[in-house]
């Protein structure tokens, strides 16, 4: 494929996919958020009060024994590693494969994870919930909002690793199942990394995957079924 051919086709693919996400904001928007703040509204009073509780159950070991993979995924699990590079992998297929398709799943691919990412930022650093790592190690606790701030390590709700990974996972799994698994295996695990790694508290990690999963539904084309 020619360098003017592959421009041509991302740039039709991206066309595509951008209507289709602009389409579904538009019909389905109101929606998604709605069924977002709901699950928000009934799981938060299940999961807030204990959260230090479950934290401490999942630590049971001290975060020892699987550090080395909890580590991986803090890097492996990142916007940069996971929603751009892998992005970037997709192109790259669909270039020398000839697979039109994935120029779109590269897309929704990276556009569900920016759009997830870009909402879980603006959340935590006006929500400003202490991490679990600080509450060790400051009068916060694991109930404490102090508001917008600029500290990371009152960045806590919700897990950006867990709203970036998931949104993109949930994004490629809805446009084309078959490729979307091991993406949705590896949020899974990233989600609950971030748990394990003292990171975020149970309600970060489950609020933050589920607006992933409402951005990965709003960025994939759905209308149509997509073939891999």
Do not use: C
């Not at 870009?118 to 991490?131: E, L």
């Amino acid at each position: 494929m020619s360098d003017h051919n592959w421009k041509k086709e991302l740039k039709e693919a991206w066309i595509d996919v951008w209507t289709h996400f602009k389409l579904n904001i538009k019909e389905r928007g109101l929606i998604v958020l709605g069924i977002y703040l709901a699950f928000v509204a009934i799981t938060w009073p299940l999961i807030f009060p204990n959260d230090r509780k479950w934290i401490d159950i999942i630590r049971a070991d001290g975060g020892e024994t699987y550090k080395w993979l909890e580590d991986f995924l803090a890097v492996a699990g990142d916007f940069f590693w996971f929603n751009v590079v892998w992005a970037v992998v997709f192109v790259l297929w669909a270039v020398f494969r000839k697979r039109r398709n994935w120029y779109r799943i590269a897309l929704v691919f990276l556009l569900g994870g920016l759009l997830s990412g870009i909402t879980s930022r603006v959340v935590k650093m006006t929500a400003g919930r202490a991490r679990p790592s600080m509450t060790d190690k400051s009068e916060l606790t694991y109930r404490s909002f102090i508001g917008p701030n600029k500290k990371a390590k009152t960045h806590g709700y919700p897990s950006g690793h867990a709203a970036g990974s998931m949104g993109s996972a949930a994004a490629i799994m809805m446009y084309a199942p078959k490729a979307g698994w091991p993406s949705l295996v590896f949020a899974t695990a990233v989600t609950f990394s971030r748990m394990y790694g003292n990171h975020h508290f149970p309600m970060d990690s489950t609020h933050g995957a589920a607006m992933g999963i409402a951005a990965g539904y709003l960025a994939a084309r759905r209308k149509k079924r997509q073939t891999a």
